[in-house]
C-alpha cells in the first residue's frame, strides 16, 4: 500500500490551523504553529489561495479560510441536518434570552433562515423561516462573512446606521474574528438589534450561524453596546450545536 502523501498532509494542517482560529494568522505563525520552515508554509499558502480555499488580507498579509472551503462545508452538510441538530438548543436559548431565535446558513450570497423560534411572549409576530436576509446588514450574515463567505459586491442601505462600504464591512468582520461573535444595531431595521455567533462542523469550518434578534432597548444596554450575559447566553448555544455537529470544543 503506498504511503501518505506528505504536502497533502501538511495543506489539511494549515486549513485545520485556520479554521480552529479566532482570526487571520500571518505566515510566521503557521510556520511556527506547525513546526515548518516558512519557504514551504509560503509556497502550500499559495497553492491553497490559487484555488480559494484560503485567502490573504491585502492590507496585513495575513490568512483566511477562502469562500470555497465554506462552500464545501455547507455542501456537505444538508440544511436539514444543520437546522435538527440546532433545534434542541434554540428553543433553551429563546427561553434564556426572552427574544426571537434564528438559525442560518449561507445561499447565494444571502443569508437562508432554516429555523426561527418565536420570542417567549404573546405578541405577534410572523415565521421567517425561508426568508433571505442580507449578510452585511445582520449579524447573522456578518457571522458567515467573517469566516469565509463571500462580502457582497454592493452594500445596500437599510437604515442609516447599514455598513455602506466595503472598507467600513472589512473592519466590522476584523472585530467578529477578534470576539468570536457579531451584531447588528438598527442596521436592518429601525429599533431592532440582533446578537450571532458562528456554527462550525467537523474541522472547525463554519457552515451556519445562531442569533437572537428583539428590540434595541433589551438587546444593547444604554450606551447601544449588546448586554454580555446575552452575548455569552448567544455563543454558548452557537459552541452547544458546533459540538453536536462534531467541531471540536473551543
Known amino acids: 500500500m503506498p504511503g501518505t502523501v506528505q504536502s497533502i498532509e501538511r495543506a489539511a494542517a494549515v486549513l485545520r490551523l485556520l ?8 505566515l510566521g505563525e503557521i510556520a511556527r504553529s506547525l513546526d515548518l520552515a516558512k519557504g514551504t508554509t509560503h509556497g502550500i499558502l499559495q497553492t491553497l489561495r490559487k484555488v480559494g480555499f484560503v485567502e490573504q488580507d491585502k492590507a496585513s498579509g495575513h490568512y483566511q479560510l477562502g469562500a470555497a472551503m465554506l462552500r464545501l462545508g455547507t455542501g456537505y452538510l444538508d440544511v436539514n441536518e444543520l437546522r435538527s441538530r440546532s433545534i434542541n438548543w434554540a428553543d433553551p436559548l429563546a427561553a434564556r434570552s426572552g427574544e426571537a431565535v434564528r438559525i442560518g446558513t449561507v445561499l447565494e450570497g444571502q443569508v437562508l433562515v432554516v429555523h426561527h423560534v ?59 474574528r477578534e470576539c468570536g461573535w457579531s451584531s447588528d444595531i438598527e442596521e436592518l431595521t429601525p429599533g431592532e438589534a440582533s446578537i450571532a455567533a458562528p456554527i462550525r462542523a467537523y474541522g472547525g469550518l463554519v457552515v451556519g450561524a445562531i442569533g437572537i434578534s428583539g428590540h434595541v432597548e433589551r438587546i444593547c444596554d444604554s450606551r447601544y453596546h449588546p448586554r454580555p450575559q446575552l452575548v455569552a447566553t448567544v455563543r454558548d448555544a452557537a459552541r452547544a450545536v458546533s459540538r453536536d455537529l462534531g467541531a471540536a470544543r473551543r
Open 118 to 176: 418565536f420570542r417567549p411572549d404573546d405578541t405577534f409576530q410572523t415565521l421567517d423561516v425561508g426568508n433571505l436576509l442580507p449578510m452585511h446588514a445582520t449579524a447573522l450574515g456578518k457571522a458567515l462573512l467573517a469566516y469565509g463567505a463571500t462580502p457582497p459586491a454592493s452594500l445596500d442601505r437599510f437604515t442609516s446606521r447599514t455598513v455602506g462600504t466595503q472598507r467600513e464591512l472589512a473592519a466590522a468582520l476584523r472585530v467578529v
Open 19 to 26: 479554521a480552529g482560529g479566532a482570526g487571520r494568522l500571518s
